[in-house]
């Protein structure tokens, strides 16, 4: 697809993987951004896991394809605000791969404001130099124009705070287990490429209160947040189970909440849980 690819409230440039939304820059990696340009370059079609595994990763380097795509994917839902389970950009095809499924319009490159205008000989050979002055100041006005638009558009980041996540297993073994997951919560909220409107906060005494004197009200004053990520961690015999939510401060309603059933709890499910919970929270934040 040459030119930028337009989809819902998203514009999308393939050539220089920029993705906006509303004319404001949402962050994303390189190479869920070549991910997003083939699936948007052919939307309605089934699009291969192997085709993106020769696209992103041509080159022979060594990596964990399986995982690195599976990155991308959701580093793209995080951007869009979608999700897997309710899709309506980035549909999964188990074992087959992924399609766009959103209407997508194709806009051929603008044309360079310098290349556009056009100035017979006789007016540059008269006056030439207060011609060249003047436009010049008609340019840079526009231009600091632009700049204002901008920064004036640019909406206010929702600020969320990752309270250390409580062990309920009666286990100091589990302690451990609790903090290692909220930190890699926290780190992956706050990765670049995530939400350009996020700022995390994850590391305050405000956020360290036992959980029996705990008041999110009093913390979103303390970190001025908006919303809280808790979690508790529970067990019985046979398995570990993290159930995790976003609530909002102003009502403490619940946003969204998920639970993870595992019968262990290594370092790459520790992984693999918290990425899942950054997505699902940068996806609810960055459409509201």
Not at 247 to 273: K, N
Request: with cysteine.
């Amino acid at each position: 697809m040459s030119g930028r690819a337009r989809f819902g409230v998203f514009d999308f440039d393939p050539a220089s993987g920029e993705l906006r939304r509303d004319g404001v820059q949402v962050k994303l990696q390189p190479q869920p951004a070549r991910v997003l340009a083939m699936l948007t370059a052919r939307p309605g079609e089934v699009v291969s896991r192997d085709e993106l595994r020769q696209l992103v990763w041509a080159d022979g380097t060594f990596v964990d394809f399986e995982r690195g795509l599976n990155f991308c994917v959701a580093q793209i839902r995080s951007a869009l605000g979608d999700s897997a389970e309710s899709p309506r950009f980035v549909e999964t095809l188990p074992r087959r791969g992924y399609r766009f499924i959103a209407p997508v319009q194709a806009e051929q490159p603008a044309s360079r404001v310098d290349e556009a205008i056009e100035l017979p000989p006789a007016a540059l050979s008269i006056g030439g130099a207060r011609l060249r002055f003047a436009i010049g100041t008609l340019l840079l006005a526009a231009g600091l124009a632009g700049a204002w638009y901008t920064l004036a558009a640019r909406p206010t980041p929702i600020r969320v705070a990752v309270v250390p996540f409580d062990n309920e297993t009666g286990q100091d073994a589990f302690d451990g287990l609790a903090r290692g997951i909220a930190d890699a919560t926290v780190a992956r909220l706050a990765a670049p490429g995530r939400v350009e409107r996020l700022d995390v906060i994850g590391n305050s005494a405000a956020l360290r209160r036992p959980r029996s004197f705990r008041d999110l009200q009093e913390i979103g004053r303390d970190v001025r947040a908006e919303y809280v990520v808790l979690a508790q961690v529970k067990r019985d015999e046979t398995r570990v189970r993290l159930i995790a939510h976003l609530i909002r401060v102003s009502d403490e309603a619940h946003v969204w909440a998920q639970t993870y059933d595992r019968p262990e709890f290594s370092l790459a499910v520790q992984a693999e849980i918290a990425e899942s919970i950054a997505s699902a929270v940068a996806g609810k934040l960055s459409t509201n």
